[in-house]
Antibody, heavy 121, light 108 residues
Framework: EVQLVESGGVVVQPGGSLRLSCAASGFTFQNYVMYWVRQPPGKGLEWVSLIGWDGTRTKYADSVKGRFTISRDNSRNSLYLQMNGLRTEDTALYYCAKDMGDPRFYYMDVWGRGTTVTVSS | SYELTQPPSVSVSPGQTARITCSGD??????VYWYQQKSGQAPVLVIF???KRPSGIPERFSGSSSGAMATLTISGAQVEDEADYHC???????????FGGGTKLTVL
């Protein structure tokens, strides 16, 4: 069974930093593109970032570019999101998600349960 | 920045057909994907490539796309289909991936 388990969400002050982790199991992690998607309280989903199977290709939403860094460790079946310069608008439930594996289009087929990040003074 | 537009809410009675729309300038050229998110749960893929259904998704869920609008149709909606539905796609260049604002489906 494919499983994604996020961790690392806490309450942090504006301007602070945080690293989220996602532990993957049940599939060959190194073969798949991975994502971070977030959901502010009571709002819709927001695509945040993706990383290619070997970590060399990364993409970011304009709202986080230059502040967040996605990375992965294929030897540990783990995905990360380093978040710097946090703002109150970054407050959200952060989901880790696995790519479907379709070479024609990037989309998610399995999601974790999320980890909550709260940016507040 | 690219945007996908969905109605905030749709309401139907059990057994009726629910239709949720998603509009975007690039939809004539890009596929649409639909996710169901029940309260307090992670999203689940219910439609991919505009109209295909993953295994395990009931046949009452279907998708279509014409021009700049895609539609998720739930034929004979059930109470357990009550959820938020999010469309997902990318811009014309395939470089900005976005979700629609989400539609809350009420079945009662």
């Amino acid at each position: 069974e494919v499983q994604l388990v996020e961790s690392g969400g806490v309450v942090v002050q504006p301007g602070g930093s945080l690293r989220l982790s996602c532990a993957a199991s049940g599939f060959t992690f190194q073969n798949y593109v991975m994502y971070w998607v977030r959901q502010p309280p009571g709002k819709g989903l927001e695509w945040v970032s993706l990383i290619g199977w070997d970590g060399t290709r990364t993409k970011y939403a304009d709202s986080v570019k230059g502040r967040f860094t996605i990375s992965r460790d294929n030897s540990r079946n783990s995905l990360y999101l380093q978040m710097n310069g946090l703002r109150t608008e970054d407050t959200a439930l952060y989901y880790c998600a696995k790519d479907m594996g379709d070479p024609r289009f990037y989309y998610m087929d399995v999601w974790g349960r999320g980890t909550t990040v709260t940016v507040s003074s | 920045s690219y945007e996908l537009t969905q109605p905030p809410s749709v309401s139907v009675s059990p057994g009726q057909t629910a239709r949720i729309t998603c509009s975007g300038d690039a939809l004539p050229r890009q596929n649409v994907y639909w996710y169901q998110q029940k309260s307090g749960q992670a999203p689940v893929l219910v439609i991919f490539d505009d109209s295909k259904r993953p295994s395990g998704i009931p046949e009452r869920f279907s998708g279509s796309s014409s021009g700049a609008m895609a539609t998720l149709t739930i034929s004979g909606a059930q109470v357990e289909d009550e959820a938020d539905y999010h469309c997902y796609s990318t811009d014309s260049g395939g470089t900005h991936w976005v979700f629609g604002g989400g539609t809350k489906l009420t079945v009662l």
